[in-house]
């Protein structure tokens, strides 16, 4: 079954028969590849062999996708972390004697933890979902790609970037040139993609402008983003949008989940398509139930590689999945409004589940306020509480931060309903990332 090959140049699809196939054919589609994975992970990766027999599930106890849910253990990441230690680098996660065909080495960014470890074979480099997403919303082999990274072993948009050679794109690498070279580089090579993280992707616009160059004006088409809170949030998309005269593109996925990606929908722009040729995915409760479509819960995904598949691994990504077609003519899960929080990054302030995402949408919708900024969490009185830190817009005079402030503070409390604290901080204050933004804190005692 080929993967990558459209039909023709104007299809909307990068692969039609895939993203248009029907439920219930898409069910029978991932039971049997679930079932090939399972019996090859038992019987080559020692993780899975040990987890497996420990919870007393074997390999042809898989006969349907409830027997997948209701008896495969689930992993996390600490898991994964502990079997990788006992023969590091890659200890026991992956395919045993595999380690001479290993053609690619990256690790997690390490935000929420110790980092994993991560190999991986040219074909499984490029099984992810950039090219569903970019064929999708018009992107197409005349294109050219700037990547706005530093090319370390963050491996996010190393997918990105081998995926766009597949795709047949001319790709420029701007490898460890400063942001004001970037800019320099977009406006001579003049490329028509932008591959960025949000945030970077706004620091290059606002350093453009400090050199009295208008990135609207550019000749960027699409600011395609990863690794963050993105395009799938209204205020995020429309800032950027605005600021590059662009299309923002959305994908959200996990490092730790290798080719877990979901694109934005070229129809509906705050939905997420889960890129069902190379994932399953599934959202349960507290207790592992399935939350019934419509529901929020846990976002459960497994990825189909070959070196070191995840099955049924927990993200703590919070969504609200649906399984209906949608009106872009695919049939794929989607999510909409992408990640709503995370089950280890919410607190809980008189009964009330507060995540990060909530308060940056709020922030994005108020006039006088950047971006830029930081939520802290802590634990005050011995209960948890919420700090913000926000640059203003430049415009702003410095007079004006502690209404704007008070302004802000009223309106979480409005839309929330919980009081959190607000300081508005000096432009430029707020730390600039070239690759994953780290935009929460979390200083609670730990309990």
């Known amino acids: 079954m080929q993967l990558y090959s459209p039909r023709s140049m104007e299809s909307p699809y990068w692969n039609e028969y895939l993203e248009t196939m029907p439920r219930e054919k898409l069910d029978q589609f991932h039971l049997r590849r679930l079932q090939h994975l399972i019996e090859y992970a038992y019987k080559n990766i020692p993780m899975y062999r040990d987890l497996y027999d420990k919870t007393g599930v074997r390999p042809e106890d898989i006969k349907t996708l409830d027997d997948f849910r209701e ?9 994964v972390v502990r079997f990788q230690s006992y023969d590091p680098p890659f200890g026991d996660s992956i395919v045993k004697g595999s380690v001479d065909y290993h053609t690619f080495f990256f690790q997690t960014s390490g935000t929420t933890g110790a980092p994993l470890k991560e190999v991986g074979y040219y074909r499984d480099a490029v099984s992810n979902a950039w090219p569903f997403k970019w064929w999708a919303h ?7 790609f700037y990547f706005a990274f530093p090319f370390g072993t963050f491996m996010a948009f190393w997918a990105a970037y081998h995926s766009a050679i597949l795709l047949g794109a001319q790709v420029i690498s701007s490898g460890g040139a400063n942001t004001q070279q970037r800019v320099q580089q977009i406006m001579e090579m003049e490329p028509t993609v932008l591959v960025a993280t949000p945030t970077y992707a706004m620091r290059i616009a606002e350093v453009a402008r400090e050199m009295g160059i208008d990135p609207a004006q550019s000749s960027i088409k699409y600011v395609s983003s990863a690794g963050e809170a993105g395009y799938v949030v209204s205020t995020i998309r429309e800032a950027t949008e605005k600021a590059w005269g662009a299309k923002g593109l959305d994908m959200y996925g996990l490092s730790d989940v290798w080719g877990c990606d979901s694109f934005s929908c070229p129809a509906n722009p705050d939905r997420l ?4 040729a190379v994932a399953y995915g599934m959202v349960l409760d507290e207790e592992g139930n399935l939350v019934p479509e419509g529901g929020q819960g846990e976002w459960v995904l497994t990825n189909y590689g070959t070196v070191s598949p995840m099955i049924k691994y927990r993200t703590h990504d919070v969504v609200e999945w649906h399984k209906e077609p949608c009106d872009c003519g695919r049939t794929w899960i989607w999510l909409r409004h992408g990640v709503l929080g995370r089950t280890d990054q919410m607190v809980t302030i008189k009964g009330t589940n507060v995540y990060p995402t909530a308060i940056q949408s709020i922030i994005g919708e108020m006039e006088g306020l ?17 700090q913000i830190k926000v640059e203003p817009a430049r415009e702003v005079p ?4 502690d209404q704007l402030g008070k302004k802000l503070a009223n309106e979480l409390r409005y839309k929330i309903g919980v009081t959190i604290n607000v300081e508005i901080v000096p432009p430029g204050s707020v730390p600039r990332y070239e690759v994953k933004a780290k935009r929460v804190f979390d200083h609670r005692e730990k309990k």
């Open 138 to 144: 018009g992107i197409r082999p005349r294109d050219v």
């Open 273 to 276: 398509h889960l890129a069902e």
């Open 370 to 386: 950047s971006g830029n900024l930081e939520i802290h969490f802590l634990t005050e009185q011995g209960t948890d509480a919420v």
């Open 71 to 79: 008896k495969i253990p689930s992993i996390d990441k600490p898991d």
């Open 398 to 401: 410095a007079g004006e931060y």
